[in-house]
């Protein structure tokens, strides 16, 4: 009971593949009336049996196309029974090249029954010759249209048959284009039986003779042309709405794709799209994290800018260095892990206030952060915006103790100085780093450096202070150490320590 149901919902899926296979019918009427109105307007009279292809129903060319379509469905059949992948592989195969497979069958089924014709003397004449052809060109437009018309509403099968992220990949096989197909249809249901109509009063076919062929053949083909231009809608003009209303979408910040169940035209633009997509979302996620390593600030410039050069550009700013004290013992006893995860929780707590008062993390430095503040970057009171992070900071680190996230009590050093400095590309055209570099720079860190001889947390030069104290007013209180000697520098810095 349990196989039945599995049976019938695998038949169900294969629903629109069945009924690509019912075919052989719709060839068979299609080819007897055209073939059959042929005959009778070249001779003026009723045909006496089949003639062109000979599609009556139990018709030879009908039984050799059964047979045909018969063997070009049985992977189906078989996998009703059997589901199997290598079967599956088979039918994805049948359909991506149905139209060439049936142009195939309707050529080797007119070779087929024209050979008794050869062989028979005085059968194979220019009446039954020129039937023949009418009756091809029919049904090659017919199986155009029968194609188009199922392929259309195929979507259960597609997903059947493919998984989801295939169904977004253009798939290969053989296809017809968009206006081949609208021209053989044309021909096939307009032109065509325009052009017998007219060489039937030019011949003067009687009407009785004419007319249960004539209502037959404008019958089939104004619903070949009602199922063509469905096609045409379902095809062509519902994929083209779907795929603008996805634009908007996209455009809207929402990357969706679209899904491609043919190999046309609208297949290549769907998958164009797709591709477009996959690069918006690629490129956003590199932003992202262009702006986790580094900065979203700095990266708004470069992009602003539209310019990566090797140059630099003079600026004034304010240069902060946070480095935790003792780091080296700390992490002797953690593993890789926990180590990681202890710096992560580290920064998580201690960074935001760089944003929140303007600054640009410019880089991560193991355990050490570099903060800059400039103008150029959105920090007009850059030295003041620095000190008030940097007390910030100081809160942060105490509730990161209080939480427990870390091994031991961690401490920190800060030092914060404010000039001029360089900022630009450094590296090469293929790997650049925007990066500070300067006297203000090595400043700022050899006063975080000195935060240890001090005994102190929070070291502000004298120039920084300077540039600040207007704006802070008497927000934060200073003491001042004197001036010191930094390594690498031959004249001495005012600091002072932020109480």
């Known amino acids: 009971m349990f196989g039945n149901a599995e049976k019938a919902q695998r038949k169900k899926k294969l629903e629109e593949f069945f009924g690509i296979l019912i075919i052989p019918f719709a060839l068979a009427l299609v080819g007897t009336v055209f073939s059959d109105m042929a005959f009778t307007v070249f001779t003026g ?29 049985r992977p189906a059949y078989l996998y009703l029974e059997k589901p199997d992948e290598a079967l599956k592989e088979k039918i994805r195969r049948r359909l991506a090249n149905v139209y060439r497979d049936g142009l195939l069958m309707v050529l080797m089924v007119q070779a087929l029954v024209l050979v008794p014709s050869f062989l028979t003397p005085g059968l194979l004449t220019a009446p039954r010759l020129g039937a023949s052809a009418v009756s091809l060109l029919a049904q090659v437009a017919m199986l155009v249209v029968y194609i188009d018309a199922h392929l259309a509403k195929q979507k259960t099968l597609m997903q059947a048959l493919y998984s989801g992220p295939e169904l977004y990949h253009l798939r ?38 004419l007319s249960s062929n004539l209502v037959l053949m404008l019958g089939i083909s104004a619903v070949m042309l009602v199922n063509g231009l469905t096609s045409v809608y379902n095809g062509i003009q519902r ?14 910040g929402d990357y969706v794709k679209t899904r491609i169940y043919f190999s046309d035209e609208v297949a290549h633009l769907k998958s ?24 979203i600030e700095i990266a708004r410039e470069l992009i602003t800018n539209k310019k990566v050069n090797l140059g630099g550009e003079d600026m004034v ?27 992560n929780g580290y920064f998580h707590y201690i960074t935001p206030p760089i944003a929140e008062h303007n600054g640009v993390i410019n880089k991560f430095m193991g355990d050490a952060v570099m903060a800059i503040y400039t103008p150029l970057l959105g920090s007009d009171d850059y030295a003041a915006d620095a000190i008030r992070a940097a007390v910030g900071m100081r809160e942060a680190l105490a509730e990161f103790n209080a939480s427990g996230k870390a091994p031991a009590r961690v401490d920190f050093g800060i030092g914060v100085h404010a000039g001029k400095l360089v900022a630009g590309n450094i590296g090469t055209s293929a790997r650049l780093e925007y990066t500070f570099i300067g006297d203000t720079v090595n400043i700022a860190s050899r006063l975080e450096s000195k935060t240890k ?47």
């Open 272 to 295: 164009g799209f797709n591709e477009m997509v996959d690069g918006l979302k690629e490129r956003e996620e590199l932003q992202d994290t262009f702006g986790k390593y580094l900065s």
């Open 45 to 73: 009279t009723a045909p006496q049996g089949r003639v062109g292809l000979g599609f009556g129903i139990g018709g030879l060319s009908f039984g050799l196309m059964w047979i045909f379509v018969a063997l070009w469905g």
């Open 453 to 499: 001889d001090f005994n102190t947390d929070i070291l502000v030069s004298g120039p920084a202070l300077e540039k600040a104290r207007a704006s802070l007013g008497e927000a934060f209180k200073f003491e001042s150490l004197g001036s010191a000697a930094l390594k690498g520098k031959a004249a001495l810095v005012e600091i002072y320590k932020v109480l």
């Open 317 to 343: 700013a304010a240069v902060m260095f946070c480095d935790i004290r003792n780091f080296t013992p700390l992490s002797e006893k953690m593993s890789a892990s926990l180590l990681i995860d202890f710096l």
């Open 239 to 252: 994929p083209l709405d779907g795929l603008i209303a996805k634009m908007k979408c996209v455009a809207g």
């Open 172 to 209: 290969g096989g053989f296809t017809i284009p968009v206006y081949l197909k609208l021209t053989v249809m044309i021909a096939g249901f307009a032109i065509l039986p325009f052009v017998l109509i007219y060489i039937a009063f030019f011949n003067r076919v009687p009407w009785d003779v």
